[in-house]
T-cell receptor
Framework: DAKTTQPNSMESNEEEPVHLPCNHS???????IHWYRQLPSQGPEYVIH???SNVNNRMASLAIAEDRKSSTLILHRATLRDAAVYYC??????????FGDGTTLTVKP | DTEVTQTPKHLVMGMTNKKSLKCEQH?????MYWYKQKAKKPPELMFV???????INESVPSRFSPECPNSSLLNLHLHALQPEDSALYLC??????????????FGEGSRLTVL
């Protein structure tokens, strides 16, 4: 099974951009890259997903390397409400998902 | 309605008990999932149902028995569990089961304690 590797923790200042990296060197050609975040005592919340091209939505941007072996979730202006555990996940076409260990993002006021 | 509702929120059971966890969604989604999450760990996939049929079983012990009675409901039947099965059990749903299906909607989970 393909795996993802994420830094254990990252810090950011409020209203500054945050770049959360993820390595997935064993990704297969049809695996989608998903990002979710999770607050304590809540279920994960969808952030963004993509296959090959960079993606933007109202929450974030996803930059995918040309060889697809890594990706970066970009929060353009971090707020205190963005403090959470961020998971990088590989999703197969069959619906199988493999979560990374997650990055705990701390946002300082 | 973009909610996935899980009941009960908390469950305490003995190793000889039989209990069930329930998950419900009314978004017309055809894929539903069970995940297990231990403290300070990522969720781990257990089962995937696609169009009410079990499509993925991640080698889960038979003491966990999933059931999908209709497209809106997903149950997880629990029997003869062990203390190490204590965890947060998360249910999710999506339009379809593939990676390009977009967003998975997660419930808040059922926290299970096995004594």
């Amino acid at each position: 099974d393909a795996k993802t590797t994420q830094p254990n923790s990252m810090e950011s200042n409020e209203e500054e951009p945050v770049h959360l990296p993820c390595n997935h060197s064993t990704i297969s050609g049809t695996d989608y890259i998903h990002w979710y975040r999770q607050l304590p005592s809540q279920g994960p919340e969808y952030v963004i997903h993509g296959l090959t091209s960079n993606v933007n939505n109202r929450m974030a941007s996803l930059a995918i390397a040309e060889d697809r072996k890594s990706s970066t979730l970009i929060l353009h202006r971090a707020t205190l409400r963005d403090a959470a555990v961020y998971y990088c996940i590989l999703f197969t076409n069959a619906g199988k998902s493999t979560f990374g260990d997650g990055t705990t993002l701390t946002v300082k006021p | 309605d973009t909610e996935v509702t899980q009941t009960p929120k908390h469950l305490v059971m003995g190793m000889t008990n039989k209990k069930s966890l329930k998950c419900e969604q009314h978004m017309g989604h055809r894929a539903m999932y069970w995940y297990k999450q231990k403290a300070k760990k990522p969720p781990e996939l257990m089962f995937v149902y696609s169009y009410e049929k079990l499509s993925i079983n991640e080698s889960v012990p038979s003491r966990f028995s999933p059931e999908c009675p209709n497209s809106s409901l997903l149950n997880l039947h629990l029997h003869a569990l062990q203390p190490e099965d204590s965890a947060l059990y998360l249910c999710a749903s999506s339009q379809e089961s593939g990676g390009n299906t977009g967003e998975l909607f997660f419930g808040e989970g059922s926290r299970l304690t096995v004594l």
